[in-house]
């Protein structure tokens, strides 16, 4: 019998789930069994199975890509490893919330119709990456999406996240089964109410009554995740191993210690008590949503742009260097923190500890994996504080340099004139703007004029135009490191 993290032997310090697993009903259903997910969400599960009892149990599901991967869980019984990585220690622990995974391409779609569909389903959830909403720049469903086009047709054979929720939903009503909650857990701003709108809009595209059901029984609550989950590379899964004792955990993760989960509590078919392994459940998520992806991923899309122009493989890299340093925590206090309403948190504390956690030299974090998707990253990183600070005559340097820094890196050529695989929905069509304009400071207003990505007042606003150009023709001149270097001595 091959042996799994499952049935071998593994060392003592390795902590194991304490619970019966086979106590677990699939009561919550996933769709996105990726990295994050398995140290966040499915972890807080475990933790929770480990001090009371529970039948929450996790149906992993899979909608793009990772079929293997779900063989594999399947192989281990459904238990995967977390390993949290500080900067001075290392656990390593098996979570065993999951009881059930299903996958379209192995499974079918039906049987994932059925699953969500199941009376027993409470909650799906969700992290599917930005682009997996197709949301449009006004926030409303992107019908011309060839998914969502392709869902529209053929309704009862989805292929987006979207068409399999208001699918099941159409299901369950049909039936007279309550609905689910709808949980996205993405780095989105309003993530709840994102996903709340796109089900929506596709839903009155079908069935007008449908919608007007889902409007009034369906919730939708925002969430604010956190936690760094690089994604793993061949080394990591040898560290794993070593861990192990020798066993090899083909769906382990690797993360920091460091975890938030700040959830507004609107269920409507109930949920874990996930407040009693350190989640907040509040009122009232969006100034935690704001405060997080504005200090947190804006400076961390800082760095992915800037450091990997400047050389630097990873967020620890870039951090390393003072002037970087500097310019992100300047970017936090003085260009983020204004814009923000979060109230009884410690904002200066908060920059030094995320610092501190860019700084942990265990995590292999690629500035090319954060930098990947930035058209969809940068209106709620950005954006906004930029309109903040337009508004208010007000200085918005490191912010321009951030812009500029991906204007550049999305033209596909680096520094050394060698090829960056630019990883975007939206990379063809970038390419095509920067090809055409050469690398130049002309680039920017055609960039400007993507209107998926800059609104158009804000794009012909000419104090934005020129701050962007100011700072382009740096990065051009002075190269990335240069150019961060002079922002921070005009700080
Ligand atoms: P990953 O690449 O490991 O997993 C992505 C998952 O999204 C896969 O399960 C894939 O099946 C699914 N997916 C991708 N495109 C999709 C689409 N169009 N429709 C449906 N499903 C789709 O990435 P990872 O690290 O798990 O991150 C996923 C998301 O989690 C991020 O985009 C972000 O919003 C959120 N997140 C990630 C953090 C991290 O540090 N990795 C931390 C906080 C949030
Ligand atoms: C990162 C985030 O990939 C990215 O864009 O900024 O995934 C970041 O690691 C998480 O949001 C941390 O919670």
């Given amino acids: 019998m091959q042996q799994t993290i499952a049935n071998a032997t593994l060392p003592d310090a390795v902590k194991r789930p304490s619970f019966d697993r086979s106590q677990l009903k699939p009561k919550w259903v996933h769709l996105g069994f990726g990295a994050f997910h398995r140290a966040h969400q499915g972890l807080f599960m475990s933790d929770l199975a480990n001090q009371q009892h529970t039948d929450w149990g996790l149906c992993e599901i899979s909608l793009i890509g990772g079929e293997e991967q779900i063989k594999k869980l399947r192989a281990q019984e459904h238990c995967y490893t977390v390993v949290e990585k500080g900067a001075h220690e290392t656990q390593v622990r098996i979570s065993g919330s999951v009881c059930e995974s299903l996958h379209p391409a192995l499974d079918g779609i039906e049987t994932i119709l059925n699953k969500l569909a199941n009376p027993e389903v409470a909650i799906v959830s969700m992290t599917i990456t930005e682009k997996g909403y197709c949301a449009d ?199 983020q923190v204004p814009t923000l309403s979060v109230q009884g948190v410690d904002l200066n504390a908060y920059a030094d500890s995320l610092l501190e956690r860019f700084a942990n030299p265990n995590l292999h974090h690629r500035t090319w994996q954060i930098a990947m998707d930035g058209s969809q990253k940068l209106p709620q990183r950005m954006l906004k504080s930029v309109q903040f600070h337009l508004a208010k005559g007000q200085d918005f340097s490191c912010l321009a340099l951030a812009i500029a820094g991906w204007m550049r890196y999305v033209s596909g050529v680096d520094e050394k004139d060698q090829p960056i695989e630019v990883a975007d929905p939206m990379a063809a069509e970038l390419r095509a703007i920067c090809d055409k304009a050469g690398l130049n400071v002309a680039v920017v207003s055609r960039l400007l004029g993507v209107e998926a990505i800059f609104p158009k007042e804000l794009a012909a606003n000419k104090t934005f135009i020129s701050a962007i150009e100011l700072a382009y023709q740096s990065v051009l001149e002075l190269g990335a490191k240069g150019a961060v270097a002079q922002l921070v001595k005009s700080l």
């Fill in 137 to 335: 720049a006004s926030g409303h469903l992107d019908q011309q999406n060839p998914s969502i086009a392709h869902d529209l047709a053929t309704p009862e054979q989805p292929k987006s996240a979207i068409g399999y929720i208001v699918q099941a939903l159409k299901m369950r009503k049909d039936a007279g089964v309550k609905p689910f909650t709808v949980l996205s857990c993405d780095n989105i701003q309003g993530n709840g109410e994102v996903v709340a709108q796109v089900v929506l809009d596709y839903a009155k595209v079908l069935d007008g009554e449908l919608a007007t059901w889902i409007e009034k029984n369906v919730t939708f609550p925002c969430t604010m995740v956190d936690r760094i989950v690089p994604a793993m590379t061949t080394d990591s899964y040898q560290q794993v191993t070593e861990l192990l004792g020798g066993v090899t955990d083909p769906c382990s993760i690797v993360c920091e210690p460091f975890r938030q989960w700040v959830v507004e509590d609107r269920f409507v078919a109930g949920r874990p008590e996930w407040e009693k392994v350190g989640a907040q459940l509040v009122e009232d998520v969006v100034p935690f949503e704001e405060m997080k992806l504005r200090m947190l991923n804006g400076s961390h899309s800082f760095l992915a742009y800037l450091g990997y122009l400047g050389g630097y493989e990873t967020i620890a890299q870039s951090v390393a260097n003072d002037d970087y340093r500097q310019a992100a925590k300047a970017l936090m206090l003085k260009e």
